[in-house]
């Protein structure tokens, strides 16, 4: 039988990445956006950025492995089925372009033929053919789908807000880094009695 803590909360692994990956993008967004401002610092902002980005890439490989090995808890009874279709949305957004977003980094400083430093003499190799009009598209690209996750990710937060403080159904304790106590999961565990497993047929009512 599976205890609360594991009904109710995502995996211990899914937690971990989850926040790990969370501050990862937002210094990865700061920093990018700081880079483009500041030519002051942009040697040292850009050496961060290269290796950051490209360790993001990894993980959402692993994050995304990690989801198919541990089922997801169910929603709670208190999302409707436009919520739960606008999360699931949200979700598949987010890990398309923690994916796509270092693949267009990486494929527009390959096409500009710049040499892509990861750490000292650590180069990556290039991915798309020498091409500068590919580049201009793919840095355009780089800058439009880095502000489409800004926008994703605020809404990500302000629907966790939304339940959090307004809906009070606890959806943050999913995700707590730490583990629930029973007494905790008292609020989920009363909105989501006989809620079907996220993912099946009838887990939207
Ligand atoms: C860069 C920022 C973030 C990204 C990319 C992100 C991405 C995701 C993704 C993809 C999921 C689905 C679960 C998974 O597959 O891991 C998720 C769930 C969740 N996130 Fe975030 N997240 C971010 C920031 C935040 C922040 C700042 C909060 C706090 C308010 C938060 C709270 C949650 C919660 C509570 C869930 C579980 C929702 C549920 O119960 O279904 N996230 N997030
Ligand atoms: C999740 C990963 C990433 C995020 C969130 C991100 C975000 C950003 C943002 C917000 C900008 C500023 C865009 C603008 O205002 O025009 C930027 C610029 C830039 N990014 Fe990324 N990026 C990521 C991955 C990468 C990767 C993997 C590379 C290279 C290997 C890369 C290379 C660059 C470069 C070189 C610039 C500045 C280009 C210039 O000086 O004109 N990025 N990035």
């Known amino acids: 039988m599976r ?6 909360q995502f995996a211990a692994s899914s937690r971990v990445l989850h926040w790990t990956m969370a501050a990862m993008i937002l210094t990865m967004l ?5 880079m483009v401002a500041s030519l002051a610092n942009y040697h040292v902002l850009v050496s961060i950025h290269r290796p950051l980005g490209i360790a993001i890439l990894i993980l959402v490989v692993v994050r995304f492995v990690n989801r198919q090995l541990h089922p997801l808890p169910p929603f709670p009874a208190t999302m409707s089925r436009a919520e739960r279709l606008a999360a699931t949305a949200s979700e598949y ?3 398309g372009l923690m994916f796509v977003l270092p693949l ?3 494929g527009m400083l390959s096409a500009a033929r710049y040499p892509i430093v990861l750490y000292g003499s650590i180069h990556l190799p290039y991915i798309l053919p020498h091409n500068v009009m590919l580049y201009a598209v793919l840095r355009k690209a780089h800058t439009i789908l880095a502000y489409l996750f800004f926008l994703t990710i605020i809404a990500h937060f302000g629907a966790i807000l939304f339940h959090t403080l307004i809906v009070r159904d606890g959806i943050i304790k999913r995700m707590a880094p730490w583990n629930i106590r029973a007494q905790e999961t008292a ?7 006989g809620s079907p497993a996220r993912g099946s047929p009838e887990s939207t009512p």
């Open 3 to 8: 205890m609360p803590t594991q009904r109710h």
């Open 30 to 34: 700061c920093i990018g956006v700081a």
């Open 93 to 95: 957004t987010m890990y």
């Open 104 to 106: 267009v980094g990486w």
């Open 187 to 193: 609020t989920i565990d009363s909105s989501t009695a």
